[in-house]
């Protein structure tokens, strides 16, 4: 353990570096006009000049959201000791308000060395809250509100938000409400009184430019000097990645991936995959091992499942798509079997199988979500009379019957009989 | 469910029962009250010292090469971070195996949960904390959890403490162990939280809120310590919750190609020749019903017994000849079998059944053999209910009275009307409609009143089914019928022979529905020899 070999020792490296939100949105703040600057300027502006402020960032799961305002609120922290609080709610665990409000004493509670009560009512936590903003403000002390999934807080009455955006209306207390959420309508969500409290300010993150991946791809990947790695191991590795960076097959695989998923997140899972397959004996990265990370992470899953199914679940899928394709509208195992014999019938297919052997099949089928029941309804109904539909559309069932290992050509002409 | 376990542990340490972390023979040495408290040690699966190469692993799964590298390279490293990964394939492919072999190979502390034994979330939440604190629940403290949390957010709260708990601990373990030598057999200091069957979570009442609380966990925790692995049967997109998440580093395990299932099957079989010579004969077939290891392992255990008959001794060599006497021997049984690979209780197959049959032919004369089919254990009178209740499912109400009069017997009369075009169109849109609304409903009147019909014409002696019904017992009649029958009514609900519907809006009284299948309401009919075709409207 004492020992580790430099590659991987760089494996780490890279590794920690990717799971460090941190350190991947460093420099996409760099500029003036960026998200980070214009948050930090409108939070530090309300701490110095003693006011409250609201704004939503919005933006598609995964922008970095979080991770920006992460960093303003880490800097500011540095900047002005002593003056902050945050208080992070999110919306998928705190969405109902008396256990928003007990977690915001609670936060509170251990913020400012107090102690906290768990059996303290709704009401009470309540005017602990306004008690606290008041205090808060007359010490010119700022407390930062950060409202994860912010469109979860809009279900339902609203009060939590009522009750915060309120508090802020008074001249004392001195606070900033951050709202994130990935619906870009979020603030459509809102009530009349609610939106009347809140000013309109919106953050839009929006997924990086061509020339921001490639930025971010040199900061993420090329080694630095200084990490107690050996300098000529660092050199080679540098070189290396920058004879694939400049690649054209390389930019091509790159284009391909920003194509289908573009926001930082989605690039970083696929950065990882393609760095957690580096080989450790040469201990340099290869084009490889971005070819190989794209397929994989791109994945076909109803392909994959068909191309599971046994012979008889596939006759089960085909005889569900010709009754789609004679356009019965509703249909369910009884009917299946009714044309899975017909088949048989008229093909003298040489895999006919007794009705519960073709049950469980059936079951297997629902078992991998390539057919599932049409409604809730009937729940006491026995499996073979309720009404089920297909998953997959005609394409992809035909599609995974082509890539099918041993497909029977009787499936193969059955299928394109019915086209 | 786990088939391909390696064969240095038993079956018993696969699953959650690796869990139970304490080792079999602490277990029968000392008393479960006195067991030492858990440790850290308890988090990290395997005994200490003991060796598990890569290549032991890789050797222990057939057909799982791809699979497991994978997994090896996205957990990386010692002490490196990870992103949350999503193992996903079809049952019995092996998933949950290979990842709790995989840890014991490297040797790091996890903690497993399942979402099917844990069936809720607070039983979730409750024993994801209590190996994270490291609490066993025992006598002493009254078999209670560590902490009681149900809500979501208590759960982050107290996970997020524990974390840091014990991953405080793994950093001391770590520096500790230059200086004292600790036992600390957990290597790094990461911790993984494996959750296993996830697609369950969907089902739960609250599955909408905890599945994006887990899906985000690793972002809502944000601590680079913390390896996050769902295991999961159906593939990522069929978690479309309208919540969203950013997904995980999918692993996808396809089932197992037929090659891979002859290597499986073959493992701890005594005789590999033998066996290889029996599979060749019923892989194919059987693998074009399902490649499910665990079906098929069943179904072949019985089946070599089956083909191993004409041997005398196991441990033969078989020749050309041999295979060839034996394939002839064993051939009448493939076909039979292969309509009942799922059947799970009787292990004589329908071939011993006929065999029999035809023996017991010369002793009785045909028509009445349910002796070797299972016996209902059914008084006669639930058994006629039984039947009232498959008629009334399946017969039209309007017929009752033509097929119950008096006068016995259904009239064709009605029947034998010209057919025209058009009514044969709607016979056919009827029946389309028939099959798929399955069995109908009643009320309890109509069946209490085809009850009665139908008691009574077994006792009737003046009825032409009179020899039939000789030796039966219905004594008692209208009268005494009565609360025996509701009685019976709700043991056969119970059985799950008739299930009670919805009630009927208009009518406003509980609608029933009989369940039984024609095969063995005609099997129940047999054994108190009621002519149930006869009074079956066929359509």
């Not at chain 1, 409202?147 to 606070?175: I, M």
């Amino acid at each position: 353990m004492g020992r580790e070999n430099p590659a991987e020792k760089a494996l780490i490296h890279l590794r920690s570096r990717l799971c460090d939100p941190n350190f991947i949105f460093r420099p996409l703040c760099e500029s003036s006009d960026s998200n980070y600057s214009k948050l930090k300027f409108l939070v530090s502006s309300s701490i110095t000049e003693a006011c409250n402020n609201s704004i939503l960032l919005l933006g598609p799961r995964g922008s970095g959201k979080i991770a920006v305002l992460d960093l303003v609120i880490s800097d500011l922290l540095q900047e002005y000791p002593d003056t902050i609080t945050v208080i992070r709610l999110s919306g998928l665990l705190h969405s109902d308000e008396n256990c928003a409000l007990k977690e915001i004493s609670r936060q509170l509670c251990t913020e400012h060395q107090l102690l906290f009560s768990k059996m303290a009512s709704f009401d009470e936590n309540s005017q602990f809250l306004i008690a606290m903003l008041r205090e808060c403000g007359l010490a010119h002390k700022t407390i930062i509100f950060v409202l994860d999934e912010f469109d979860l807080f809009a279900l339902g009455k609203q009060r939590l938000l009522y009750n915060l955006l309120d508090a802020l209306q008074s001249v004392t207390s001195q606070a900033v409400v951050i709202g994130v959420s990935c619906r870009l309508d979020a603030d459509q969500l809102l009530e009349k009184r609610v939106i009347s409290r809140f000013s309109n300010r919106k953050l839009l993150f929006l997924p990086p430019s061509k020339e921001d991946v490639q930025r971010l791809l040199e900061h993420i990947l090329f080694l630095p000097a200084d990490s107690g790695l050996p300098t000529d191991y660092v050199v080679e590795f540098n070189a290396k990645l920058k004879n694939i960076l400049a690649d054209e097959s390389y930019k091509e695989i790159i284009n391909t991936y920003l194509n289908i998923d573009s926001t930082v997140k989605d690039f970083l899972r696929y950065l990882f995959r393609a760095v957690s397959s580096m080989d450790l004996e040469s201990g340099m990265l290869s084009l490889e091992n971005f070819k190989t990370a794209l397929s994989n992470i791109q994945r076909h899953p109803k392909l994959e499942s068909i191309k599971d199914c046994s012979i008889l679940e596939l006759y089960i899928l085909i005889c569900m798509k010709r009754l789609e394709v004679k356009e019965h509208n509703s249909y369910n195992f009884t009917t299946v079997m009714k044309e899975y014999k017909s088949v048989h019938d008229s093909f003298q297919t040489s895999d006919y199988y007794a009705k519960n052997v073709c049950l469980r099949a059936f079951e297997h089928l629902l078992q991998r979500g390539l057919i599932d029941f049409t409604d809730n309804r009937g729940q006491n109904q026995s499996v073979e009379y309720r009404p089920v539909k297909l998953l997959i559309s005609f394409h992809q069932l035909h599609q995974g019957l082509k890539s099918y290992r041993s497909c029977p050509a009787i499936l193969q002409k059955i299928m394109d009989r019915e086209k | 469910m786990v088939k391909e376990e390696s064969p240095q542990i038993t079956r018993r340490t696969t699953r959650s029962s690796a869990l139970a972390k304490c080792p079999n023979n602490v277990v029968e040495e000392t008393n479960a009250s006195s067991q030492p408290p858990p440790t850290l040690d308890d988090l990290v699966l395997g005994e200490e010292g003991e060796s598990f190469s890569f290549d032991d692993l890789v050797s222990s799964f057939p057909g799982r090469q791809s699979q497991i590298k994978e997994l090896v390279n996205l957990l990386g490293p010692q002490n490196s971070p990870m992103l949350p990964i999503f193992m996903y394939g079809g049952t019995s492919t092996g998933k949950t195996s290979i990842l709790l072999q995989t840890f014991r190979h490297l040797k790091r502390p996890f903690v497993y949960s399942s979402c099917l034994t844990c069936y809720n979330p607070r039983i979730l939440f409750e024993s994801i904390l209590n190996q994270l604190i490291l609490h066993r629940k025992n006598a002493e403290n009254g078999y209670s959890s560590a902490k009681r949390c149900e809500r979501p957010s208590d759960f982050v709260n107290f996970v997020r403490e524990a974390l840091v708990s014990i991953i405080g601990k793994l950093q001391g373990q770590k520096s500790g162990k230059l200086s004292s030598k600790r036992s600390g057999k957990a290597n790094g200091n990461m911790i993984y939280l494996i959750f296993d069957n996830l697609e369950r979570v969907r089902g739960w009442d609250k599955g909408s809120t905890v599945l994006p609380l887990l899906l985000n966990l690793y972002d809502t925790l944000k601590m680079p310590e913390l390896g996050l692995i769902f295991v999961s049967n159906t593939s990522p997109d069929t978690y479309d919750s309208n919540m969203g998440y950013v997904e995980s580093n999918p692993i996808y395990f396809p089932d197992y190609t037929d090659d891979d299932l002859g290597q499986i099957l073959m493992r701890n079989q005594a005789n590999k020749k033998l066996y290889t010579s029996f599979l060749s004969v019923v892989l194919r077939p059987f693998s074009r019903i399902t490649r499910r290891v665990d079906e098929l392992s069943t179904a072949f255990s019985l089946l070599f017994r089956k083909y191993c008959e004409p041997v005398t001794d196991l441990r033969v060599v078989p020749n050309e000849e041999m295979k060839r006497r034996l394939f002839s021997h064993f051939q009448p049984h493939i076909a039979p079998a292969l309509n009942e690979v799922f059947k799970v209780s009787q292990p004589c197959t329908e071939v011993e059944a006929r065999e029999r049959k035809q023996k017991g032919r010369t002793r009785k004369s045909g028509g009445y053999d349910v002796v070797d089919q299972l016996d209902f254990h059914m008084s006669t009178s639930a058994k006629y209910l039984l039947i009232s209740a498959f008629l009334a499912s399946r017969n039209p109400a309007t017929l009752d009275a033509s097929l119950f009069d008096s006068t016995g017997g259904s009239n064709n009369r009605k029947r034998k009307r010209k057919v025209s075009e058009k009514s044969m169109e709607q016979k056919e849109t009827a029946e389309q409609e028939l099959l798929m609304k399955g069995p109908g409903t009643f009320p309890i009147e109509r069946l209490l009143a085809i009850f009665q019909c139908i008691t009574s014409v077994a006792e009737d002696p003046l009825d032409d089914e009179e020899q039939a019904q000789d030796g039966l017992g219905i004594q008692d009649g209208h009268g005494g019928l009565m609360s025996d029958v509701l009685l019976q009514l709700t043991s056969l609900c119970g059985a799950n022979f008739v299930v009670k519907g919805g009630s009927c809006p208009l009518e406003g009284s509980t609608r029933y529905r009989s369940t039984v299948s024609e095969d063995m309401a005609l099997q129940v009919a047999r054994s108190i020899k009621f002519p149930l075709s006869k009074y079956l409207y066929r359509r």
